[in-house]
């Protein structure tokens, strides 16, 4: 609860207004985020926090701020359609997830979130693609508003500070799959394009209201075989919320990220991601690194440093798998104003299979086999036939015993 006094009663302004081989190759694709980055971005930029609706670059999920915010080029839950929407295109079976952000004194976050797959190809004819639908209230707090009147009395009431409301639709599907061959060796690569649309709405002390439509669009490239990744993302791109007669801008944030899995020993793994935040309306950007282990497929355990940026600092969370059912949990050490928490709870649908799953990473033969090429053993030649006996040596006595 926070307390602000005020000498005489004035007229809100508002918000300041801020100053003004089947499918896609990957030439065409780099070209089309290029193209998106250089009509999103503009010409000029404020500092930090001069844009609305600073919630929407709050890390929505506990998986992702558990390792930093670098999810951009890993994308392979429902949580992708607040981070990189192409990722959608990875997943093979419904998903349905619940999780609760607990803030600053009496700020707190809710996000529900479903996706799941079509039982249809997708506009490249490569495989079935899938959608998302994301449904988050954000609800910044409240504060007591005291004036002064003239005859000397004291008038106080209580207010909400701000309220938000974000609903997201996504679409993400396979693009690209090849193989390339290069000193002999067959390097397999795929490719997701996906893109979400927004409706955003929020309120300033209970009276101000504004709403927009923002779009996100998102690229990834995958080398399966060797456990790499790649992406590129643009969020928020819209004309801003206007609240009365100003407008200001949404926080445009352009992700790139890098991310890397391989095998360890039996069937554990070890995922590292890094990724750098630009946010285009602000003049600011992010560096973020993140590590998770998978034990068993059945604990994981996440770290993360978020740098360049005045939510900063360490992260850490952890997440239990048990058949369809995870519970991930997560928690920052920005300081006392930036330090939250997350937990969340999702559920797999592992009935309904709409397409196959392969696993990103390959896990090792734990008895490899020799893979010398062997000789192809060369045909006997036909016996020949066993010569007649001399009947000359035949005795005619039969010994009886």
Same mark, same amino acid.
């Given at each position: 609860m926070k307390t602000i006094a005020a000498g005489i009663k004035q007229n809100s302004t508002g918000p300041r207004q801020s100053c003004r081989d089947r499918g896609i190759g990957l030439p065409g694709t780099l070209a089309l985020f290029l193209a998106i980055f250089f009509f999103s971005c503009p010409v000029f930029a404020d500092g930090p926090g001069s844009t609305g609706v600073q919630v929407l670059k709050t890390d929505i999920s506990p998986r992702a701020m558990g390792m930093?915010?670098? =999810?951009?080029?890993?994308?392979?839950?429902?949580?992708?359609?607040?981070?990189?929407?192409? %990722?959608?295109?990875?997943?093979?079976?419904?998903? @349905?997830?619940?999780?609760?952000?607990? %803030? =600053?004194?009496?700020?707190?976050?809710?996000? =529900?979130? @479903?996706?799941?797959?079509?039982?249809l190809t997708g506009f490249a004819d490569l495989a079935k693609p899938a959608v998302g639908l994301s449904f988050m209230m954000a609800d910044a707090g409240s504060f007591n508003l005291r004036l002064l009147n003239a005859n000397g009395t004291i008038t106080e009431s209580s207010y909400d500070a701000q309220k938000d409301m974000v609903v997201a639709l996504g679409y993400g599907e396979k693009v690209y799959s090849d193989e390339l061959k290069i000193e002999g060796y067959a390097l397999k690569l795929d490719q997701y394009l996906g893109f979400n649309v927004k409706y955003i709405k929020s309120t300033l002390l209970e009276d101000y209201t504004a709403s927009a439509i923002a779009f996100d669009a998102g690229w990834l490239g995958m080398a399966p075989n060797l456990g790499l990744s790649a992406a590129v993302s643009m969020a928020n791109v819209g004309g801003g919320l206007k609240y009365l007669n100003e407008t200001t801008r949404l926080p445009s944030i352009l992700r790139i990220g890098l991310s890397y899995q391989r095998p360890t020993i039996m069937d554990q793994s070890v995922l590292i991601a890094a990724e750098g935040d630009f946010y285009t309306a602000e003049s600011q950007k992010s560096l973020r690194v993140g590590m998770e282990y998978h034990f068993e497929q059945f604990f994981n355990m996440r770290v993360g440093y978020k740098a360049l940026e005045d939510n900063g600092g360490l992260t850490m969370g952890l997440g239990v798998r048990y058949d369809d059912m995870s519970l991930d949990f997560a928690t920052s050490a920005g300081g006392e104003v930036y330090n939250t928490s997350q937990l969340? =709870?999702?559920?797999?649908?592992?009935?309904?299979?709409?397409?196959?799953? #392969?696993?990103?990473? @390959?896990? +090792?033969?734990? #008895?490899?086999?020799?893979?010398?090429?062997?000789?192809?053993? #060369?045909?006997?030649?036909?016996?020949?036939?066993?010569?007649?006996?001399?009947? +000359?040596?035949?005795s005619d006595f039969i010994w009886l015993y």
């Open positions: 930093g915010g670098a =999810f951009a080029a890993i994308a392979d839950d429902l949580y992708s359609i607040n981070y990189n929407p192409a %990722g959608l295109g990875q997943l093979y079976m419904p998903e @349905v997830s619940a999780m609760y952000l607990s %803030g =600053f004194e009496d700020s707190g976050l809710n996000n =529900f979130a @479903v996706a799941m797959p079509l039982p969340s =709870f999702s559920y797999k649908f592992s009935g309904i299979v709409v397409k196959e799953h #392969r696993k990103k990473t @390959v896990y +090792k033969d734990p #008895r490899p086999q020799d893979k010398t090429p062997q000789k192809p053993a #060369r045909p006997k030649p036909a016996s020949k036939p066993a010569a007649p006996r001399d009947n +000359k040596d035949k």
